[in-house]
T-cell receptor, first 113, second 113 residues
Framework: DVKVTQSSRYLVKRTGEKVFLECVQD?????MFWYRQDPGLGLRLIYFSYDVKMKEKGDIPEGYSVSREKKERFSLILESASTNQTSMYLC????????????FGQGTRLTVV | AQTVTQSQPEMSVQEAETVTLSCTYDTSESDYYLFWYKQPPSRQMILVIRQEAYKQQNATENRFSVNFQKAAKSFSLKISDSQLGDAAMYFCAYRSAPDKLIFGTGTRLQVFP
């Protein structure tokens, strides 16, 4: 079975802290995604990576950066956390190709206080 | 930019009945895929069904089927013989080159015994 693992299920951080959310997949997928999920807004794409060291901005990249040094790992970085970044963060991965299924992690509920 | 709209924030259905969830999308492309994903209370997103834009035949997966109207840019999900386990958030998603996956705002489905 494909497994997408997010490093934390719940996280509480202080305003101004640098926050790292880690995501690891074990199926050699080329594509990896970071979304944030908020009530009434659905899933909004933050960043997308289609290969190692390749990334593309999604719809809401402001305040975030990403790193993909290895194929299996995709990190989301909040450079200076703010309270409006309190949200559920979902990581996903898929093989290359539009038909392919995306597999999701369990999500990280991040609270910034 | 492509957008996906789900106009029903909440729907409910009686067990064993049929329910239809709506989705519309906006795109200028002709080659793309559409998906329905399910997110139960456990938060684990799973694929329900997918449809290729070039295929006129509507996709079916057991009790789940779609009504794909390409000209109207409409992609609804029909759940037949609803079960208690169908209760979840349902997200419609669009995917085209270069593999970006865009989601709608979701519909919460409640199933009553």
């Amino acid at each position: 079975d494909v497994k997408v693992t997010q490093s934390s299920r719940y996280l509480v951080k202080r305003t101004g802290e640098k926050v790292f959310l880690e995501c690891v997949q074990d199926m050699d997928h080329e594509n990896m995604f970071w979304y944030r999920q908020d009530p009434g807004l659905g899933l909004r794409l933050i960043y997308f990576s289609y290969d190692v060291k390749m990334k593309e901005k999604g719809d809401i990249p402001e305040g975030y950066s990403v790193s993909r040094e290895k194929k299996e790992r995709f990190s989301l970085i909040l450079e200076s956390a703010s309270t409006n970044q309190t949200s559920m963060y979902l990581c996903a991965s898929s093989l290359r190709g539009r038909v392919t299924e995306a597999f999701f992690g369990q999500g990280t509920r991040l609270t910034v206080v | 930019a492509q957008t996906v709209t789900q106009s029903q924030p909440e729907m409910s259905v009686q067990e064993a009945e049929t329910v239809t969830l709506s989705c519309t999308y906006d795109t200028s492309e002709s080659d793309y895929y559409l998906f329905w994903y399910k997110q139960p209370p456990s938060r684990q997103m799973i694929l329900v069904i997918r449809q290729e834009a070039y295929k006129q035949q509507n996709a079916t997966e057991n009790r789940f089927s779609v009504n794909f109207q390409k000209a109207a840019k409409s992609f609804s999900l029909k759940i037949s013989d609803s079960q208690l386990g169908d209760a979840a958030m349902y997200f419609c998603a669009y995917r085209s080159a270069p593999d970006k996956l865009i989601f709608g705002t979701g519909t919460r489905l409640q199933v009553f015994p």
